[in-house]
Antibody, heavy 113, light 110 residues
């Protein structure tokens, strides 16, 4: 299976909104879990949330600022995170599958004024 | 502070065997399967072990996983220099309704 392909990212200012998208090239879409994970510089992995046929779940610590949505017709899923601060600076990864079995290449997001 | 506890570092010489532990609780490792990921320097994590002990296609059988009670472990035998990487464990946590990770273990092949 081809790993999901990430789009978006870059430099954002504090209080702005982050929008990232992952495209699924080939293979089924509706039967999988699609999730987002981030990794601050020099630190470990933090699960952000996921969406699937039955709905979705979010990291309780980020839930108030995060929305993950899926566009089945375009085979894409997206992450929106509001009210960014410097603490949101990280590499953001999208992943497919229960247990995050296939990862995207990662997108560097920097939040700085 | 990670929900799952891993040793921050491990080291062993080439050809030897190393084991990395992952300790959790009844709400995660004690009830749900564990996944292991390998992250080589500057790259995205890659699934190494799924469902406690299943290797995805392409992962050498030098890598093995196990789970017992509220702990899991990843074993690497016949260590090679290319195994030098960060290793993370993960499991679903039903009290948080979230996937949780260990803090990661940096493996050095001496």
């Amino acid at each position: 299976q081809v790993p999901p392909r990430q789009l978006g990212g870059g430099l954002l200012k504090p209080s702005e909104t982050l929008s990232l998208t992952c495209a699924v090239d080939g293979g089924p879409f509706t039967t999988f879990h699609w999730g987002w994970i981030r990794q601050p510089p020099g630190k470990g992995l933090e699960w952000i949330g996921e969406v699937h046929q039955g709905g979705g779940e979010y990291n309780p610590s980020l839930q108030s600022r995060v929305t993950i949505s899926a566009d089945m017709s375009r085979k894409q899923f997206s992450l929106t995170m509001t009210s960014l601060t410097a603490a949101d600076t990280a590499i953001y990864y999208c992943a497919r599958g229960y247990g995050m079995t296939s990862w995207g290449q990662g997108t560097k997001v920097t939040v700085s004024s | 502070q990670s929900v799952l506890t891993q040793p921050p570092s491990a080291s062993e010489t080439p050809g030897q065997r190393v084991s990395i532990s992952c300790s959790g609780s009844n709400s995660n490792v004690g009830s749900y399967q564990v996944f292991w990921y390998q992250q080589l320097s500057g790259t995205a994590p890659k699934l190494l072990i799924q469902n406690d002990n299943r290797r995805p296609s392409g992962v050498p059988d030098r890598f093995s996983g196990s789970r017992s009670g509220t702990s899991a472990s990843l074993a690497i035998s016949g260590l090679r220099s290319e195994d030098e990487a960060d290793y993370y464990c993960s499991s679903w946590d039903d009290s948080l309704s979230a996937w949780v990770f260990g803090g990661g273990t940096k493996l050095t092949v001496l």
